[in-house]
């Protein structure tokens, strides 16, 4: 196998996911992470349709089972808090057969867990340079030595790093959809139980929700807003906008608005598209949100960036590390992958990685 040595920036779902089957194929990862730790926080993310099938194939599907949301029912509210209109979970979030929403800090630790004693991670550091040569690329880090890799893959989100230095300014590719969205844990003082509170105002949008851990809940704010010029870094500032924007406003928002200051796992974006003619450059290639951010609002994310991690690393293998062939047929074969029904009809055993061949004539 050529290429074996790989550096992989991100540990969020791609990122570790890559990891995890380049190292069955017998490729040698390591994930740089910029925050100290695995990074928390994030709203239910939704595993559908292949992705299920992937995370089946990895072995941890009974682990996502188990911390599962479980959700039973969602209610709108008016702004005194008195229920309009009640409907389950399933009904309200169309998911099928086998589908599965998980907290996205679940799924996060469950592939870190699976693959930490394998991969070589390394936390609280960033790429600062990468100059590919010849026999491989000079990657330079803010705290680490300077390394040499085989390849280097972007699966660092929809700020990508290794997009900016390699493929250009994030201004060429992010394309804002008009809105904005912060979660956030607060406490669960209206003692929810797997059931989620919305609340709707116009271009405006609140929900809470407790699933498995009752001593929390999790809140969602969207709202409508032309691009901001804000710091994606700065959450004191983030945390200023939002309230600014909610304020006045009704249901349980103005006690939302004072919990956000204590929160621990702020996140705040731009409900954004990422949208690149190519994914790769050479010896360096971008993954998951990275490289194809459906954007939040689509739900797909994560299962985009699951199956993704499946098909690069599958590639890779299949062209024994051959990076050119392997990019290329990545990039032509995803979409047709995500779209077919073909694989559905022959599960695999859990944890078994398909056949290269079969892989092959799956995609
Ligand atoms: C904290 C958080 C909360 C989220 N919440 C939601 C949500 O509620 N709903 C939703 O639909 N999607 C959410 N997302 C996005 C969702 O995780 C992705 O759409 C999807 O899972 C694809 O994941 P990804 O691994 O490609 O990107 P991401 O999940 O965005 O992960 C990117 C990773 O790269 C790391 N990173 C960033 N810059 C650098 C750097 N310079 N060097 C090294 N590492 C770097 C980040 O810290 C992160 O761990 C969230 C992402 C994060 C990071």
Known sequence: MDNENILISGASIAGPALAYWLTRYGFRPTVVERTPALREGGYKLDIRGKAVEVVERMGILADIRQVSTGMKEGTFVDR??????????????SRQEQDDEVMRTDLSRIIYERTRSDVEYLFNDSITSITEG????????????????DLVIGADGIHSNVRRLVFGDESRFLHNLGAYISIFT????????????YYYAPGKFVSLFSAQDRSKAMSFFFFS?????????????QKGLLTSFFSGDGWQI?????DVWDAPDFYFDSVSQIHMDRWSAGRIALL??????????????????????????GELAL??????????????KAPGFSQGDRWR???????RPPSLDRRQSLC
């Open 80 to 93: 005194n808090g008195k229920a309009v209109v009640s409907m389950s979970a399933e009904f309200f979030n």
């Open 134 to 149: 010849q026999n491989g690329v000079a990657v330079t880090f803010e705290r680490g030595k300077p390394r040499v890799f």
């Open 186 to 197: 607060a406490p669960n003082f209206l003692d929810l139980d797997r059931q989620e509170l």
């Open 225 to 237: 807003s032309p691009p901001l010029s804000h710091d994606y870094r700065n959450i004191e500032q």
């Open 254 to 258: 103005p006690r939302l608005l004072k």
């Open 288 to 313: 998951g949100d990275a490289a194809y951010c459906p954007s939040p609002a689509s739900g797909q994310g994560t299962s985009l960036a699951l199956i993704g991690a499946y098909v690069l690393a």
């Open 319 to 332: 062209a024994s590390g051959d990076y050119t062939t392997a990019f290329t047929r990545k990039r032509q």
């Open 345 to 351: 009809r022959k599960p695999a055993a859990a944890g």
